[in-house]
């Protein structure tokens, strides 16, 4: 199952207890892909253009407990009237006074995404988007979103409004806004993990690093005093820099700090940095 998917689940499982706010989600899940009418033989119809199952089965379970509206069965005139007339047209955005509290925004923003949301896995990157075949509604959901204090854009897609957002903070506020606490807390897993792994491998990377150049400046120098013993012969040199010379070539592994104190007397990491400078001079000068 997508993580898509499993939201979806997740917030069709939500129940809501007041009617206020099934309202408010239901209104959402019609205004965004729903659609109802009479046919001629004044029979109620409602269609879902989603592809999402429990979405469909969210509404029912709304209209039934919100409306007493049943699917087969014969709907009460009263009740109708009453649907209509509480969700207005269809075409345009949800009508403000049902959206006054904030449990009916959360609810809004819930229905609102099980009728067009959809997200990317985590694994693969962070986005989180609402498809709107209508500017007004997406302004409508930008607003409402911008409400609980996160930043959703708009984007114009083909023939639709799209409103989305890309950071994984925002994601994981709006899941948590629209009640969603086991994808919340999946998604946050998956970040600590992901930041784990890049603060190890920038870790590993830099350490590496380190290394490789300890490693090639100790070849430099080892190569410096080699060609030094074959072509002035270390007895030659000053016991300092002789000692030093020794001390290079018997432990070729060691660090600036450890062959300090080797030494005799004990040198500090930039006295021995100097002494094999001076080393590496004179190989040089020999050189040319
Ligand atoms: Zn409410």
């Not at 206020?20 to 239901?26: N, T």
């Not at 005139?77 to 904030?102: A, C, I, K, Q, Y």
């Not at 946050?188 to 784990?196: A, T």
């Amino acid at each position: 199952m997508s993580f898509s998917h499993s939201v979806k689940e997740e917030l069709a499982k939500h129940t809501n207890i007041a009617r206020h706010c099934r309202v408010a989600e239901l209104s959402a899940i019609l205004h965004f892909c729903g659609q109802y009418g009479k046919d001629k033989d004044g029979v109620f119809w409602v269609g879902f253009q989603t592809e999402n199952e429990s979405t469909v089965t969210k509404a029912f379970t709304l209209l039934k407990k919100a409306f007493n509206i049943e699917a087969d069965c014969p709907v009460e005139e009263e009740e109708l009237e009453l649907l209509f007339e509480t969700m207005g047209d269809l075409s345009e955005p949800v009508d403000e006074s049902l959206l006054r509290n904030n449990c009916c925004k959360r609810a809004f923003l819930r229905g609102a995404f099980l009728g067009v949301g959809s997200m990317s896995d985590p694994e693969k990157g962070y986005h989180l988007e609402f498809v709107c075949t209508d500017e007004a509604k997406a302004l409508q959901l930008q607003e409402i979103i911008g409400e609980f204090h996160v930043d959703a854009k708009i984007i114009i897609r083909k023939k639709y409004f799209v409103v989305y957002i890309k950071e994984s903070e925002s994601i994981v506020e709006l899941l948590n806004i629209m009640e969603a606490p086991v994808a919340l807390m999946n998604l946050e897993n998956l970040r600590i993990l992901k930041d784990m792994r890049n603060s190890i491998n920038r870790k590993v990377n830099c350490e590496a690093a380190n290394i490789n150049k300890t490693v090639s400046a100790a070849n430099r120098q080892i190569e410096d005093i080699e060609y030094l013993r074959d072509h002035y012969g270390l007895q030659n040199l000053q016991p300092s820099l002789r000692q030093m010379a020794e001390v290079r070539l018997e432990y070729p592994e060691a660090s600036l700090k450890e062959l300090g104190e080797l030494l005799d007397p004990k040198v500090g990491k930039s006295g021995v940095n100097h002494r094999l400078r001076k080393l590496s001079e004179l190989a040089e000068k020999m050189r040319t």
